[in-house]
């Protein structure tokens, strides 16, 4: 079977996937972190150094944006292409001045206080055990550190537009989002499936912005599927 890539988001580690890497215990899991440079070309490079020579690539918000940025790098490196909650557009003006914003407070100390304050009521659907995963996002921020924060914002702002990017996807691919995700909304999605020939959308109630969190049965069987058609191309 095809060796599996998991690109954690902004803020997050393998936490993020943890129903998933348990779900797939027969096939060979790595969770890269992106973390380690400020710039999507630089990310892009370390995950791909240390992964295997052909794999199948999924991504979740950041992680989907390094999975582009992948993509364009390394595209015969890469099986299949799993797209989660992500953006391929470059940063919009009025989003990076936010995010400035967001890290002249991470400098002055206030990490805790931005992800609740301005992360996470953007972050999931309305559930039974928001609350759960709300601590969970917490505790990967704390985990990380400002300096994470701060890479991360760098790279983000400065990311490249990767929509024709995706117009060269020829490896199966899964275009997959929470219906209630407000930072990554479903139509930005669906103009993403669009851009990848034969690429399958997949849209699951009652999630957000985090739905391998949300609702993990959903995203697992959805990524179980999309790994079959990896497996038999």
């Not at 400002?146 to 914002?153: A, E, G, I, M």
């Not at 691919?173 to 929470?178: D, H, R, S, T, Y």
């Not at 969190?213 to 079959?228: F, I, M, S």
Request: charged residues 20%; contains cysteine.
């Amino acid at each position: 079977m095809m060796p599996l890539v998991l690109l954690p988001g902004m803020m997050c580690d393998a936490r993020l996937f943890a129903p998933q890497i348990a779900a797939l215990w027969d096939r060979a899991v790595q969770v890269s972190p992106i973390t380690g440079a400020d710039t999507t070309a630089a990310l892009a490079q370390a995950v791909l150094a240390a992964a295997p020579p052909l794999f199948a690539l999924a991504g979740l918000s950041m992680g989907g944006i390094v999975a582009m940025e992948m993509r364009a790098i390394a595209p015969d490196r890469i099986a299949g292409l799993c797209l989660m909650d992500t953006n391929p557009k470059a940063e919009h003006p009025k989003v990076a001045e936010a995010r400035e914003a967001q890290m002249a407070r991470i400098r002055r100390g206030e990490l805790r206080a931005v992800m609740r304050d301005e992360m996470k009521p953007n972050y999931l659907a309305d559930g039974p055990g928001r609350e759960g995963i709300l601590e969970t996002v917490m505790h990967m921020a704390e985990t990380l550190g400002p300096d994470v924060f701060l890479r991360q914002s760098r790279a983000l702002m400065t990311r490249a537009d990767r929509q024709e990017t995706l117009r060269g996807v020829t490896a199966p691919a899964l275009v997959l989002c929470g219906r209630e995700d407000r930072l990554c909304p479903v139509h930005r999605h669906e103009s993403m499936a669009e851009l990848i020939p034969g690429a399958e959308l997949r849209i699951l109630n009652n999630a957000g912005h985090l739905p391998t969190l949300e609702q993990p049965g959903a995203t697992t069987l959805a990524l179980r599927q999309w790994l079959a058609r990896v497996d038999d191309a």
